[in-house]
């Protein structure tokens, strides 16, 4: 040992700085492995994403989410409102293997996401206690594919006649229409215009040129819109019947109106204005009108017969199951804290949509309440907004032609005739 | 002297390595971020991607290419963005050049005129379109004040016949400040000499004009037409918010970029959507091309 003393004292210096640091990391180490044995415990949470059509609605849905919250303290519910362009977000983050454990699908958009297997079947996790039953059957269907059920219904609308009673009485009308020919009759003693200016100052009706609207017009004289294929097929005589009714009031009669024609971004909004004395709508436009438009007077009638039948719209939302999901439990553990009988009866009174468990329906007496009760009458004969997983290409291209056709540029006749065409052309390619 | 030349190329050799070695990171993110995505696009617009659900690639061949022929939306969408630039490029080219002239003037409250002008370019497009859907409301100001001069009243947003033209004065009125502020910039470099020498010779105030200014402006111009058209050709923001992403009415709105962004991001089908990117960018490709012919082999500098 001929080494100076100062340089094995640096050496043994170093020596001890490494091995406290060692020591140091060793510490974090242990400490971190017990955080993470401690946080086994901690909360595991959860999300839960769809859209929100007003402030109380998402009052209501907070205040269940909290009881929920308190009856599992080990679950945490992150909710999260996409507003805009909901499908293509949620598509977007299933691919990214990033989206929401339990999330709100329209029927119409299901056959799809069903059909590429991101929603996990529920089959397994229902019990007898949650009473499966209790659903209204055609809305379970709609979330059912090869057997399986991928989704809750949380609530449905179907569509009806709101009438503006104020109007009404003015024009000496003392009943809503009962067939679309008292309808269109109505629409025409309605219409009126004070300042004469040669463009009505109220319209009879306002019309939403959209298929999801207008799907019950095109079956009321038979016409079917997609064959057993899922290719279009509204371009038959029968199926442009219903429309054609539409078309001509819009443009032989000029007794219904679309939303951008008297400057509103909607019908119920029109409606609200005084804009229009007719419209048909969801259960939805309820609660706005009455928020919006405190002074308007209005009533409410099932959708006049067509071809002597009965007919219109209903649609529905369900609460679905991620696959990728990491918390299934957890995750059905909400879907069924939401849709159970107290669950959807807390949620349901807000009143923007029929609750689809049939004893919650029956509980509200929502079949006894004259506004609702055309709405929940409805149900029994409604068709529902669904059909193949080619129905959002089907509904591009009917849009698109049938504006066309209300507008004048082409009869309705070859309007649909293109639209089905481009519409198939376009479901062959992407197959 | 071997040695010298030697000596020399392992110095340029260095130079380089320590050259490429200074620029790596700029490579790495360029590459990851930009040469990657596009080779990849390129790559997958001649298969059939599916994302959905289990991720799978199936090579297709020209599919994609052949499927463009018969879509009758592309040709719409085509259409319109042609329309769209055809009118939107020299117009707001003209009204750049003009507000950049007056400007230039010796007007007074100058500065206050330069930033009003310029505030429609640093608002959001987002809030301008919104904005503008409220004057373009069938109630709205636009028509209040063309009914107010007793002239015809549209629905600007329900029309197919007029809702493209709503987008274009929108966005001329959007970006031909910012085209001004480059033509003003130029016009600050044109040399006082040259228009003094001119006025010796006699030269009227037009005459300066197009034999000084006008030519001495000809690269911006070409910067600006070039710019003005890749924006224009790329059209999507105002017609999705007009549209609510659907392109209506009956497709009057529907640009190239929008009817990638609904065949990708609705409808799923990636492979198609980029082969209809490279389509895109062949045609804007092809634009500047002919442009550079038409303004001849002058740079910018």
């Known amino acids: 040992m001929d080494l100076p003393l100062w340089r094995s004292q640096v050496r043994f210096g170093m020596k001890n700085w490494v091995s406290r640091w060692t020591c140091f990391g060793l510490f974090l180490l242990l400490f971190s492995c017990q955080l993470k044995s401690r946080n086994a415990n901690a909360p595991i949470e959860i999300t839960l994403s769809g859209w929100q059509s007003n402030p109380n609605e998402s009052k209501l849905l907070a205040s269940v989410i909290n009881d929920f919250e308190i009856k599992h303290p080990n679950i945490k519910v992150k909710r999260e409102v996409i507003n805009s362009q909901y499908m293509d977000v949620i598509k977007t983050r299933l691919i990214g293997d990033v989206a929401p454990d339990v999330f709100y699908l329209e029927a119409f958009e299901a056959p799809m996401l069903m059909k590429s297997g991101v929603l996990e079947p529920l089959n397994a996790y229902i019990t007898p206690s949650y009473d499966l039953a209790d659903f209204e059957p055609s809305l379970l269907t709609a979330f059912q594919q090869n057997g399986k059920l991928y989704g809750v219904p949380k609530d449905f609308s179907t569509l009806a006649l709101f009438y503006n009673t104020t109007a009404f009485q003015n024009a000496k009308l003392a009943q809503p229409p009962k067939t679309w020919a008292e309808l269109t009759q109505h629409a025409k003693q309605l219409t009126v215009d004070t300042n004469r200016d040669g463009k009505p100052d109220r319209y009879g009706m306002g019309i939403a040129p959209e298929l999801p609207r207008q799907l019950f017009m095109i079956q009321a004289f038979g016409g079917r819109l997609t064959d057993h294929n899922n290719y279009a097929s509204f371009a038959t005589p029968n199926a442009v019947k219903g429309l054609q009714l539409l078309v001509d009031q819009y443009r032989r009669d000029r007794t219904v109106a679309q939303p951008s024609d008297v400057g509103a971004n909607s019908n119920s909004e029109a409606f609200g204005q005084g804009k229009i004395a007719m419209a048909i709508e969801g259960a939805w436009a309820i609660p706005y009108l009455k928020e919006t438009f405190p002074d308007l007077k209005f009533a409410i009638a099932e959708v006049p017969t067509l071809n002597g039948k009965k007919g219109t719209m209903a649609f529905t939302v369900a609460y679905v199951m991620n696959r990728q999901s990491k918390h299934k439990d957890a995750a059905w553990k909400l879907i069924e804290f939401l849709t159970s009988k107290d669950g959807m009866k807390s949620w349901a009174t807000e009143g923007l949509a029929l609750p689809s468990r049939q004893s919650v329906a029956a509980a509200l007496k929502y079949d006894r309440d004259p506004l609702y009760a055309p709405l929940a009458t409805g149900a029994t004969y409604a068709t529902i907004w669904q059909s193949g997983e080619t129905l959002p290409t089907v509904m591009t291209s009917f849009d698109n032609q049938f504006i066309s056709a209300l507008l004048g540029q082409q009869p309705l006749k070859d309007a649909m005739k293109k639209a089905q065409d481009t519409a198939n052309r376009e479901i062959y390619w992407s197959n | ?301």
């Open chain 2, 1 to 301: 002297m071997t040695l010298k030349s030697e000596f020399l190329k392992r110095r340029n050799i260095q130079e380089a390595l320590s050259g490429y070695l200074f620029m790596t990171p700029t490579l790495i993110v360029l590459g990851i971020f930009l040469v990657l995505p596009v080779l990849y696009a390129i790559v997958l617009a001649f298969h059939s991607v599916n994302l959905l659900g289990e991720v799978s690639y199936r090579f297709t061949g020209l599919k994609n290419f052949m499927r463009i022929q018969g879509d009758e939306r592309v040709a719409i969408a085509l259409k319109n963005t042609m329309q769209y630039v055809a009118i939107v490029v020299p117009i707001q080219t003209l009204l750049a050049l003009g507000l950049a002239l007056a400007l230039n003037a010796k007007i007074k409250g100058r500065s206050l005129f330069r930033v009003a002008f310029f505030l429609p370019t640093v608002t959001s497009s987002a809030v301008l379109t919104l904005i503008f859907m409220w004057i373009y409301n069938s109630n709205g100001l636009l028509n209040n004040v063309l009914s107010f001069f007793s002239l015809p009243t549209y629905n600007w947003l329900g029309d197919p016949e007029v809702a493209l033209r709503g987008i274009m004065i929108m966005n001329i009125w959007a970006t031909a400040p910012l085209f001004m502020v480059i033509y003003l910039a130029a016009l600050q470099d044109v040399p006082e000499s040259l228009y003094e020498a001119a006025s010796i010779d006699g030269a009227t105030g037009w005459g300066k004009f197009w034999c000084i200014t006008l030519p001495f402006l000809r690269p911006v111009t070409f910067f600006i037409v070039v710019m003005g058209i890749i924006g224009t050709f790329q059209l999507f923001d105002q017609s999705y918010i007009f549209s609510n992403g659907s392109g209506g009415p009956n497709n009057a709105t529907l640009t190239i970029v929008l009817l990638i962004y609904q065949y990708a991001f609705k409808n799923l089908d990636m492979g198609y959507a980029l082969a209809l990117t490279l389509v895109l960018a062949l045609v804007i490709m092809t634009v500047t091309i002919i442009q550079r012919q038409f303004f001849g082999e002058e740079r910018l500098d």
